[in-house]
């Protein structure tokens, strides 16, 4: 079921019942609050089901984002500082997944060292990739 024939439902419910408009005005309202939300929920998931390259947390990030930029504006009545806000949060998570732990980059630098040492490991020349690899991520984080 869809959130609009869910909202249909419970309209139709509502007069059914016998309900005074006036007197369920505040119920109809929370419906139509309720169905916004589903609805905004059936968009992100069509969006996440046709994102198959990214991850799970990367999609669901996504659809977000598309919804918020998409439907978010109309209407709604967003102000420049919440837009701002948005920027804001959308460099943030950029920058926290663009982020290589120490240990992701000592394990690549020891495939990466034995690979190029024929299976033999050379200390040094791990310890050199380790190195710029945590300097190009150094540099990486400033220009961001």
């Known amino acids: 079921m869809t959130s ?3 909202l249909e439902q419970m309209a139709k419910s509502m007069v059914i019942n016998g309900g005074d408009l006036g007197e369920d005005y505040p119920a109809l309202l929370i419906h139509i609050q309720q169905a916004k939300e589903m609805h905004k929920q059936e968009i992100m998931n069509t969006y ?4 198959s390259e990214s991850t799970q ?15 978010g504006s109309k209407g709604s009545g967003i102000e420049k500082e919440q837009e701002i806000e948005f920027y804001k949060r959308e460099l943030e998570y950029e920058r926290n997944r663009q982020e290589i732990s120490d240990e992701e980059i000592e394990q690549q630098a020891l495939t990466f060292a034995k690979e190029e040492s024929y299976g033999e490991l050379s200390t040094d020349l791990w310890k050199g990739y380790v190195f710029g690899a945590k300097r190009m991520r150094e540099q990486l984080k400033q220009n961001l």
């Open 48 to 51: 996440i089901i046709a994102d």
């Open 57 to 71: 947390e990367d999609s669901e990030h996504y659809a977000l984002k598309f919804y918020e930029r998409t439907y």
């Open 4 to 6: 609009i024939e869910w």
